[in-house]
């Protein structure tokens, strides 16, 4: 018996970064977007507890007990008191270590599987607090949609869009470590005041009213000179991308994924092409969003 579960990719269309708190992490105004870019995980029952991978990164993929989604059986089977044994095949679509949120959503995914599988039937609460407990950025695998991540970005509450939003992606050569790049932010700002972060009311506003131009304005990205510290050549990306006509052109959460926002999809063709032709990236996808989060789609 198997059970299979799609989930989504994300974009960050306001990463509010805030001072260092004491525990390591930052206070964050988090807005995520999920997007049509997904990885399928299958979980079957087996003799022990095994991770598999395939697609054109699967090689990049941990298999090891650190994969979110081993750790995300672990945490439920140890919640309710059984053995994880099963083995969880991950189709990996979303940009390995990109700034997309591929291994949180592994995480989400196979917690879903395995509740379904197992019939644990864990409240929507208590899958919530295992993903917050697995990462920051899990809790927003599971809802989709468009929310907005308070605290260190697991606190979620629901923002209303009027639309779908277009995006082209640029995967670049090699990930970034999000750990590293919330470290060159804070390098960068040295001495610096940090205010606390805030969600941006322009650009809540497009989000509601669907305005791809109006979005495009607001969107804003406090990790995104991290990233291109780390990675100069990011900066040749986010050019190519705005030489070839995107409304707005950022990194993807800690990168080095960049995003370019388009007026619709004939556009986003259009951009893609541009960019796969400028050879500053490895690879270019297209996608929309918001879109669900992680969806049992085979029980
Ligand atoms: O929560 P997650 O495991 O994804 O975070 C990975 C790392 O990213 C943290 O250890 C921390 O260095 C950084 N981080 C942060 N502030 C956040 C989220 C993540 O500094 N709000």
């Known amino acids: 018996m198997s059970v299979t579960v799609r989930v989504p990719a994300k974009v960050n269309v306001q990463l509010a970064v805030g001072p260092l708190r ?13 997007v049509g870019l997904y990885d399928v995980v299958t979980v079957t029952a087996a003799d022990e507890l095994r991770v598999t991978c395939s697609g054109p990164d699967a090689d990049k993929v941990p298999l090891d007990p650190s994969n979110l989604a081993a ?38 995914a196979a917690l879903v599987a395995c509740d379904e599988l197992w019939g644990t039937g864990a409240s929507r ?20 949609g468009a929310a907005l991540g308070r605290g260190r970005g697991e606190l979620l509450t629901p923002v209303e869009t009027g639309g779908s939003f277009w995006w082209v992606f640029a995967v670049a050569d090699g990930g970034l470590s999000t ?19 805030d969600p941006s009311p ?19 990205n406090d990790l995104q000179a ?23 052109a950022m990194v993807s959460g800690s990168g080095p994924t960049t995003a370019f926002l388009v007026s619709d999809e004939a556009e986003a063709e259009k951009v893609a092409e541009a960019l796969r ?14 879109v669900p989060g992680a969806t049992v789609t085979v029980g």
């Open 277 to 290: 032709a400028s050879g500053t990236c490895r690879a270019v996808r297209v996608a929309a969003g918001p």
């Open 22 to 34: 004491p525990d390591g992490f930052h206070d964050l105004a988090n807005v995520f977007l999920a």
């Open 226 to 248: 991290a990233a291109v510290s780390l990675r100069p050549s990011l900066a040749e990306t986010l050019t190519a991308g705005t030489e070839a006509g995107a409304l707005a």
């Open 202 to 220: 322009e650009l809540m506003e497009a989000l509601r009213t669907g305005d791809a131009v109006a979005l495009a304005g607001a969107v804003a």
């Open 71 to 108: 750790r995300a059986a672990l945490a439920l089977a140890a919640r309710h008191g059984r053995e994880a044994n099963v083995h969880i095949h991950i189709e990996k679509d979303i940009p390995v270590a990109g700034g997309m949120a591929g291994g949180s959503a592994d995480g989400a």
């Open 125 to 144: 609460e208590e899958l919530l607090e295992i993903c917050a407990e697995l990462g920051s950025d899990v809790p927003f695998s599971l809802v989709g």
């Open 179 to 197: 750990p590293a790049v919330y470290g060159e932010c804070d390098r960068l700002r040295g001495d610096a005041f940090v205010p606390a972060p």
